[in-house]
């Protein structure tokens, strides 16, 4: 069971701003945003009147074949002019992956991920006091309070820790080695404490995709042994706990029992038109731009895939 706080008068938790009252509160979620392509999807998602934008990685496309770095700090000053004025008025949250972290599919293995920290603690500018500044890994929580619940929302870092990709012929397969580790041992232990304390609803945001296994690209279950942890860490905040997920140029809804996962993807790099199907998909994938909107009401969360034309893809609602 999930521990219940006591009700408090309702305010929001010093790491958020706004305003104290509302009706709902709402939340803007993306990723894949590529500083040298077009983003009229920016126009759509202005629109919306959020409260949160929520950036789940390959926030800029900084990466080259060698490695090097050279190019993510260009990329990062030339996607900093390009965001849109309303995004300085709101809360923003952000991981990478691996256009941003700077090695396609790039894990622990990459010899400047180090330095690519230093350039996205810079770029959003993250506080000095942060704990992201004296850690490896750009993994945080933040807690918020919503008519009087504990939200907690927990963001992974799943490049800095990450064991090598087996591969099979060019294709990624599971790794099964009981040493090969997503988040490492240190992000191990964070999450098993973040999750010892008190709240009511749970909300994971995570570059790669959790629950979905049967396509051939980046996904937790390339690692079956962190993905069965994972899963049953939060086994017993299963029916009060979603999951976001990036990466994939290509957005869906996913369900394993109780628990839903939303992949918002891409926002401005759309995927290519090929049908895909999971045996936890709901419905179907949708490769055109998108990004998700989610509204935190007094007792239901509503969230939506959303075109750049505002048009819903595909939704669900959930009761807390």
Partial sequence: MIKKLSIKSFIFLSVFSGVLTADSYKFGVGSCLDQDFPQPIWNQIEEEDLNYFIFLGDNVYGDVPSGSLWKLPRAYKKQKKLFPDFLSE???????DDHDYGKNDGGSEYR?????????????????DDVRQSREGIYFSKDANFFDKTFKLIFLDTRYF??????????????????????GYD??????????KDFDFLIIFSSIQILAEDHEYEKWSNFPLERDKL??????????????????????????????EITASSMN???????????????ETYPQENFVFMEVFEKTIYVGIKDMYGN??????VNY
């Fill in 90 to 96: 709101i809360e923003k949250f952000a991981i990478w």
């Fill in 112 to 128: 400047h991920k180090e330095k690519a920290q230093r350039l996205f603690l810079d770029f959003w500018q993250i506080p000095k």
């Fill in 231 to 260: 899963l049953n860490l939060i086994n017993n905040y299963k029916d009060n706990t979603l999951l976001f997920s990036g990466d994939r140029h290509r957005a869906g809804i996913y369900k394993k029992n109780n628990l839903f």
């Fill in 312 to 317: 819903t893809l595909n939704s669900i609602s």
């Fill in 269 to 283: 790099k759309p995927g290519s038109s090929f049908v895909e199907t999971d045996k936890y998909l709901i419905g």
């Fill in 162 to 183: 990450r064991s090598n990709l087996t591969t099979i012929n060019g294709d990624y397969v599971q790794n099964k080695n009981p040493d090969a580790t997503i988040l």
């Fill in 187 to 196: 992000q191990w232990q964070w999450l098993e404490q973040e999750l010892n």
